[in-house]
Each structure stands twice: as structure tokens, then as C-alpha cells.
């Protein structure tokens, strides 16, 4: 499930869907502990493989993968979001829009 769930989110990460539906923002570096704990504060589900590390949720607060973010070591992690949006955050990205 884990090699899944990391596939998703890398092949999400990389720009592989429509350009129209979505976009990626380069944010912060995380370190793997970093954005772990953000993903478990969002209610996300966490991935790591040697590529890399990522997190997915639904945007509303559930496992996922309409939003995205994926880290490598010591290099900026690029989130993928849908939308207008221009998340400034890890956290932000993996939220989605507020009500």
C-alpha cells in the first residue's frame, strides 16, 4: 500500500496530470519527521520509498491525492494543487481551500 500510495504521490508531484487542473508550487524543504507530522495533523497519509517522501490528502481533511506534496532529501519539496491556489505552507498545500 505504501509503494502505492508513494507512486501516487510522485507521479502527481512530477506534473503528469492536465497543466489546467493542476499546478506545482515549490515550497520549503521537510525533512522526512517534518512532513510526517504535518501529514498526521491533516489527517493525511504518509509515504516514503528512496525516492522520496510525500504525503496525499483529499484536500478536506482525509487520505488522498487531490492534494500533494512531495520531498527529496535536502532539495525543496514541490506540492501539487488544484486550482487557483498558491499555497506558502506544507501544511496549507495538503488543506485545501478554508470555508
Known sequence: MRKLTAACILIGALG?????????????KQTPEQLKSVCEKVSGSFSQDK??????????????TACMVFC??????????????????VE??????RR
Do not use: M, N
Request: hydrophobic share 25%; charged share 25%; net charge positive.
Open 51 to 64: 525516492s522520496g517522501y510525500g504525503c496525499g490528502t483529499d484536500c478536506k481533511g482525509h487520505p488522498g
Open 92 to 97: 496549507s498545500a495538503l488543506r485545501g481551500k
Open 16 to 28: 503528469f496530470s492536465g497543466p489546467s487542473l493542476a499546478k506545482d508550487i515549490h515550497l520549503e
Open 72 to 89: 527529496q532529501p535536502d532539495k525543496r519539496c514541490i506540492a501539487q494543487v488544484i486550482g487557483a491556489r498558491h499555497p506558502r505552507t
